[in-house]
């Protein structure tokens, strides 16, 4: 699938969380887990897919997903059905974190998207999140407000904090733009 700009929002598309899937307990190795997630976004959209994942500590481990057409124009009522591998990482204090593998990309992702009848990740779909099409200085006046909003973090042991001092670097930056 080529890389298009799409005028959809990730936050908005179905998609599928590996965390979820964590919590859910999915990642247990040498048994073959099945389940059904639902997704309920904006605008009162619900969708649904089931998914069999096999987890195997030394092999390839992967997931075959389910999910009814993401299109409105495809004729079919028919589930559509793909195959997502699976990485490991070990994680710093032991432990492993999963992730999926983009069919498109190959790299590792966290959330996969269905979307146009496809599960890819955002950078594939062309999906973009809703807090990167805020205007910079909206952007500025936010980041701001935030880090001006606690009294107490300004003064440590009678000298300013780093934390107030990025605070009077981006407010002198926004004053600066607003002239």
Same mark, same amino acid.
């Given at each position: 699938?080529? %890389?298009?700009? +799409? ?8 998609? @599928? ?17 099945? &389940? ?5 976004? +904006? ?11 096999? @987890? +195997?500590?030394? &092999? ?33 204090? *032991? &432990? ?10 190959? %790299? ?10 496809? @599960? ?5 779909? *062309? ?20 880090? *001006? ?7 440590? %042991? ?18 600066? @733009?607003?002239?």
């Amino acid at each position: 699938m080529p %890389k298009e700009t +799409s005028c959809a929002k990730a936050d908005d598309v179905p998609h @599928i969380d590996t965390e979820l899937l964590n919590r859910k307990g999915c990642f247990q190795p040498y048994e073959a887990k099945t &389940g059904m997630v639902t997704w309920e976004g +904006s605008r009162n959209v619900r969708f649904g897919f089931t998914f069999e994942m096999h @987890i +195997s500590p030394h &092999g390839a481990s992967y997931m075959f997903v389910s999910f009814p057409p993401t299109s409105p124009f495809l004729p079919t009522k028919e589930l559509l059905s793909r195959t997502v591998s699976l990485l490991p990482t070990n994680c710093r204090y *032991g &432990g492993v974190r999963w992730w999926f593998q983009c069919p498109h990309c190959l %790299k590792r992702a966290r959330i996969l998207y269905f979307y146009r009848d496809n @599960i890819l990740c955002r950078k594939c779909h *062309g999906l973009w999140y809703r807090s990167q099409t805020v205007e910079r200085l909206a952007c500025l006046d936010r980041k701001v407000e935030k880090l *001006g909003a606690e009294e107490r973090w300004r003064y440590y %042991k009678g000298r300013s904090t780093r934390r107030y001092k990025s605070y009077l670097k981006w407010k002198e930056r926004l004053d600066r @733009i607003e002239k």
